[in-house]
C-alpha cells in the first residue's frame, strides 16, 4: 500500500492530514442545507418525545413507540441547545461525523491505512449515511455504537502486534515466518477493550430494538470462529478458556439490556399485532442493496447491474482478506445475520426496513474498500473510486434536490394564512398534529384541533384506523362550524376505507383542495 512505503513520519502524517481531510468533506455534506427540508411525521414525533420530562417519556415510549427510550432521552439533553430543525437534525449529522474516524480505525486494523483511508471516504460520500444525518432520527446513532463494538471485538480478536499500525494478523504472520513457533502466543487483551465490546453491544441494543440481530451474529462468530475451533484443537484448555471469555463478555451485555426486555417485548407485541410495514419484495431487497452502496442512484434498468457490482467488490474484499479468515467471518456475519434475520421474520410480521439495518454498512464499506483495492493497478483503483464518488454525487444531487417526505412547514404556513376564527382543523391521524403544531404555532392563529378516529393518544395507541362506526363522532365534531380544514396524510394506513372525505362532502358539500408533498389539505365551507 502506498502510505506503508513512506517513511514512518511521513506516512503518519499525511494519513492524518488525508483523514482530517476526509471527516471535513464529510461534516460539510452533513452540515450542507441541514434545516432546509420541512421536519416529516417521524423527526416531529422525535422533537415532540425529547421536550417531554424524562418520567413521561420513558412512559411513552413504552406505551406508543416501537424503540427504546436511549435516543429521545440523549436528544433530551441535546435539546437545550433549541428544537429547530437544524439543532434537532445536527444530533445526528454528530454521530455521522463520529463514524468516520471510527470506520477508519476498522478499516486500518483489519488492513492498515489505505483499507481505512477508502473505508472512511466511502461513508464520508454515502448518501444513505448523509440523508440519516440529516434526519432527527436514531439511525446514525445506532451505526456508530454498532461501529465502536466491532472495533473492540477486533482488537480483542488480535492484542499482539508488533506494529500497531499492520493488519490483524501480522504479528502472527510474522512469528511464523521467522521461526517464532506458535502463533497462539498472545498477550492478554487490555480489559478496556473487553468493558468496550460490552457496553457498545449493550447500547447498539438500546439504540433500536431490530438491533438485536447484532448479538444474534457476534453469538454466532463466537460458536464458529472461536468455539468450533477450540473444540478440535489439541491444545484446547487456552483455547476453551478464550471461548470462555468471549461468552461472558456477550453474556454481560445481554444482561446489561435485560431490564428493557419487558418493554421489548410489549413493544414487539405491538408491532406483531399490526404495523405499517409492507412485507419485503425481490424488489425492495434489490433496492435495499442499491441504497446500501449508493440511496437515492438509478433504478430501472440499472438495478439489478448496480447490485451485481456492490456485490462483486464486497466478494473481492472477502478474497482480499482470505488470510485472515476470522476477521471475514465476522464482517460477512454481521452483515447477512440481520439482513436474512429481518428478512425471515417479515414471512410473519414484516420489518425489513434498510434504515434499521443501516450499522450492517460499516463492515460492508470495509468490505468494499478491500474489494476496490485488490485492484493492485493504482490507475484502476483510481478510475473504480472515481466512479463511485460520481455516481454518489449524482445520488446526492437527487437527495439534495428532489428528496423531502413531507411538506408540513408549507402545509403550516398556507393553513395559518388562510385561517379565521371559528375554524375546526381535523386530522385523519391525531399524531399528525404534531408536525403541523411544530410549524403551526410560530403564527398561525388559535385553532380547534382533533385527531379522527380519536384525539392524540386518547385511545391509548398511536396510530388507531377510522371505521365506520366513528362517523357519529365525526358529525358531533363539525356540528356548528361554518368552516371545516381536513389535513390528510397518511391514509392508507390509518383511513384505508376512504371513509372521512366521502362522509364530509356530503354533510359539508365539495372542499376546495391543495396538494403538498405528502400532505393534502381541504377546506370546507358552508
Not at 427510550?69 to 445526528?92: K, Q
Not at 419484495?281 to 435495499?288: A, G, I, K, R
Not at 362506526?469 to 392508507?492: F, K, Q
Request: positive net charge.
Amino acid at each position: 500500500m502506498a502510505t506503508l512505503t513512506l517513511p514512518r513520519t511521513i506516512a503518519r502524517s499525511t494519513t492524518a492530514a488525508l483523514l482530517a481531510g476526509i471527516a471535513a468533506g464529510g461534516l460539510a455534506i452533513r452540515l450542507y442545507a441541514i434545516g432546509a427540508k420541512s421536519l416529516w411525521i417521524d423527526e416531529s414525533f422525535s422533537i415532540w418525545m425529547a421536550t417531554q420530562p424524562l418520567g413521561a417519556l420513558w412512559g411513552y415510549t413504552v406505551q406508543l413507540d416501537q424503540h427504546p427510550p436511549l435516543y429521545y432521552t440523549l436528544l433530551h439533553a441535546w435539546l437545550a441547545l433549541g428544537d429547530s430543525e437544524a439543532v434537532a437534525r445536527g444530533f445526528s449529522a454528530l454521530w455521522g461525523v463520529l463514524t468516520l474516524p471510527l470506520i477508519y480505525l476498522i478499516g486500518r486494523r483489519i488492513g492498515g491505512q489505505a483499507l481505512g483511508l477508502l473505508a472512511a471516504l466511502i461513508l464520508a460520500v454515502s448518501p444513505l449515511h448523509i440523508s440519516f444525518a440529516q434526519d432527527a432520527r436514531m439511525y446514525t446513532m445506532l451505526a456508530f455504537f454498532a461501529g465502536m463494538a466491532i472495533l473492540c471485538m477486533l482488537h480483542l480478536l488480535d492484542t499482539e502486534r508488533p506494529d500497531p499500525l499492520a493488519p490483524i494478523g501480522a504479528g502472527d504472520r510474522a512469528a511464523t515466518a521467522g521461526g517464532g513457533g506458535s502463533t497462539d502466543r498472545r498477550i492478554a487483551a487490555p480489559r478496556g477493550w473487553w468493558v468496550g465490546f460490552v457496553l457498545f453491544t449493550t447500547l447498539t441494543m438500546l439504540g433500536h430494538n431490530t438491533a438485536i440481530f447484532f448479538p444474534i451474529a457476534v453469538a454466532l462468530f463466537i460458536a464458529g470462529a472461536i468455539g468450533l475451533p477450540a473444540l478440535l484443537r489439541a491444545r484446547g484448555e487456552r483455547s476453551l478458556a478464550n471461548l470462555w471469555r468471549w461468552a461472558i463478555g456477550l453474556g454481560a451485555a445481554l444482561l446489561l439490556w435485560l431490564p428493557w426486555l419487558p418493554s421489548f417485548l410489549v413493544q414487539s407485541r405491538r408491532v406483531y399485532g399490526e404495523f405499517w410495514i409492507q412485507p419485503p419484495t425481490s424488489q425492495t431487497v434489490l433496492e435495499h442493496w442499491r441504497d446500501v452502496g449508493s440511496a437515492f442512484g438509478p433504478g430501472g434498468q440499472y438495478l439489478v447491474p448496480l447490485v451485481l457490482c456492490f456485490a462483486g467488490f464486497g466478494l473481492l474484499g472477502a478474497w482480499r482478506l482470505r488470510r485472515q479468515p476470522a476477521v471475514v467471518a465476522l464482517l460477512l456475519l454481521l452483515i447477512l445475520v440481520p439482513f436474512a434475520g429481518e428478512l425471515l421474520v417479515s414471512v410473519r410480521r414484516p420489518i425489513f426496513y434498510t434504515r434499521t439495518l443501516i450499522w450492517t454498512t460499516l463492515p460492508f464499506y470495509v468490505l468494499l474498500a478491500a474489494g476496490l483495492l485488490q485492484l493492485r493497478a493504482r490507475p484502476l483503483i483510481g478510475a473504480a473510486v472515481l466512479a463511485l464518488l460520481a455516481l454518489n454525487a449524482n445520488s446526492l444531487y437527487g437527495y439534495f434536490r428532489y428528496y423531502e417526505p413531507e411538506d408540513w412547514r408549507g402545509t403550516a404556513r398556507y393553513v395559518a394564512s388562510q385561517a379565521q376564527p371559528g375554524d375546526l382543523l381535523l386530522f385523519n391521524a391525531g399524531w399528525m398534529q404534531i408536525p403541523f403544531d411544530y410549524y403551526y404555532r410560530r403564527g398561525g392563529p388559535p385553532a380547534e384541533e382533533h385527531g379522527l378516529p380519536a384525539d392524540l393518544f386518547d385511545r391509548g395507541i398511536l396510530e388507531p384506523k377510522m371505521t365506520t362506526a366513528d362517523t357519529a363522532r365525526l358529525g358531533e365534531l363539525i356540528a356548528g362550524h361554518r368552516r371545516v380544514w381536513l389535513l390528510y396524510s397518511h391514509n392508507w394506513y390509518t383511513d384505508p376505507q376512504t371513509i372521512i372525505p366521502p362522509y364530509l362532502n356530503t354533510a359539508l358539500g365539495p372542499p376546495s383542495v391543495r396538494d403538498f408533498n405528502g400532505i393534502k389539505v381541504f377546506l370546507y365551507e358552508r
